[in-house]
């Protein structure tokens, strides 16, 4: 049962990712940083594409993916389309990694340590929505203070 609302919550924030990038009217507003903000929509969504990429697809699907959390800040104005198409590959992986887990996977301990202890699959993940959820707000509110 939570695996299939994990699933529905990825998909609705994932797709809200996507229609938030392409509610950018100016494509290079997606790489500004105004005075007092940190990051940019741009490295945001990059940001959550590695994150979900690695901590679902790669440790839980078993995808090949190489995290470089480094360029997910500091890579500059890729067109918007490429982070679309990159939005979407990643829908696809969380929902087709989320599908093959089980609820009894769900009580195991999560197969990486990324916390200051290790915690359950189940844990994790949903500690990955709210991740997912934390930087969306940021992106829909960078949009509208700065895409104008």
């Keep these: 049962m939570l695996i299939e609302t994990l699933r529905q919550l990825f998909n609705r924030d994932l797709t809200r990712l996507k229609n938030e990038i392409e509610l950018y009217q100016d494509e290079h507003k ?45 890579q ?16 696809q992986v969380v929902d087709k990694s989320l599908s093959a887990l089980t609820e009894a996977n769900l009580q195991k301990v999560y197969p990486q340590v990324v916390f200051d202890a290790p915690t359950s699959t189940e844990y994790f993940l949903v500690h990955l929505t709210t991740h997912l959820t934390y930087h969306l707000g940021q992106i829909n509110y960078h949009r509208r203070l700065l895409d104008t």
């Design 30 to 74: 997606l790489w500004y940083v105004e005075q007092g903000i940190a990051n940019s929509g741009g490295n945001l969504c990059l940001h959550l594409i590695g994150n979900l990429n690695t901590y679902i697809g790669c440790e839980l699907g078993g995808i090949g993916y190489t995290r470089n959390r480094e360029a997910e800040f500091s």
């Design 76 to 91: 500059k104005h890729l067109p918007k389309a490429n982070l679309l198409r990159m939005v979407e590959d990643t829908k």
